[in-house]
């Protein structure tokens, strides 16, 4: 399938950056943490952040970091060990159910993904982080209706949600509904962010719809962004940078 949904984040980390799972080309490698950061789910200690010497809000951002950056190398069990930890430490916390439904998800365990999902909105109805997470549930779960309007929700809340703009192009676009995804990507492209993204997928849209003049220039427009992304090693670009490559032969093969 052509389809290349965006999964939102955690908030920024003390240092300004921003952990990511698929779209963010930041991550922290296994030898720069202290191994008293994985918390055992046999662990019978009391519940405490581990003292680093930051604030305890610090430590919050760092092992929400640590989770989502061993999730990028597919090490689910530890990232839902910190989560969990976390969750145990402040069960009201509706930012780690979002994050540990996203990792559910990736693992492949989606009744827990929709159950977390559900619990941070049941937290923070205006979480829409949280919002665009479910409905990427739903979307993969052919529940395109449901998934369209939980990308609603999502950007009534927060109308800079890039990624949930773009995935709910993306579902149009699955539901035939070019015209309405079309509009997604160019209400999106006037923000100036993810545009490698978004040129691709307006590309396929007019490609689907048989504006073939107008796919190419989306295709060229998007090869030039995802080129320049995938410098800095974003596996998400360079996957999508080969698919747009793919296209765009399609096209020339057809001329």
């Known amino acids: 399938m052509d389809i290349h ?6 908030e920024r980390s003390a240092s300004g950056q921003k952990p990511a799972i698929a779209t963010s080309t930041h991550s922290v ?10 918390i ?11 003292a680093s010497g930051h ?31 976390l969750i145990e430490c402040s069960p009201n916390k509706a930012e780690d159910y979002s994050n540990r439904g996203l990792i559910y998800f990736r693992s492949g365990q989606l009744a827990n993904a ?11 109805p205006r979480l829409d982080k949280a ?8 979307a993969a779960q052919g529940q395109l209706q449901k998934a369209i309007s939980d990308y609603d929700h999502a950007i009534d809340l927060n109308p800079y949600n890039i990624r949930a703009r773009l995935n709910q192009g993306i579902t149009f676009r699955e539901m ?39 796919a190419i220039s989306d295709y060229h427009s ?13 596996k998400v670009c360079e996957q999508l940078l080969s698919q747009v490559s793919r296209w765009l032969e399609e096209l020339k093969s057809l001329n």
Not at 40 to 50: D, F, G, I, Q, V
């Open 55 to 85: 604030p305890e809000l610090n430590q919050v951002f760092f092992l929400r970091h640590l989770a989502l950056a061993e999730a990028q190398r597919q090490h689910y069990g530890d990232a839902l060990n910190i989560l969990g930890h």
């Open 176 to 214: 035939k509904h070019y015209d309405a995804a079309i509009a997604c990507f160019d209400t999106a492209l006037i923000f100036g962010k993810l545009k490698g993204h978004l040129y691709a997928e307006r590309g396929r849209t007019y490609h689907l719809m048989g504006d073939w003049n107008c």
């Open 114 to 124: 929709l159950k977390d999902y559900n619990t941070a909105l049941s937290l923070n």
């Open 131 to 138: 919002y665009n997470n479910r409905a990427n549930y739903y």
């Open 29 to 38: 490698t296994t030898n720069e943490m202290d191994s008293s950061f994985l």
């Open 222 to 234: 998007a090869l030039t962004y995802l080129n320049r992304d995938s410098l800095v090693n974003n």
């Open 40 to 50: 055992s789910k046999k662990s019978e200690k009391k519940c405490s952040l581990p």
């Open 5 to 10: 949904r965006f999964w939102n984040h955690p």
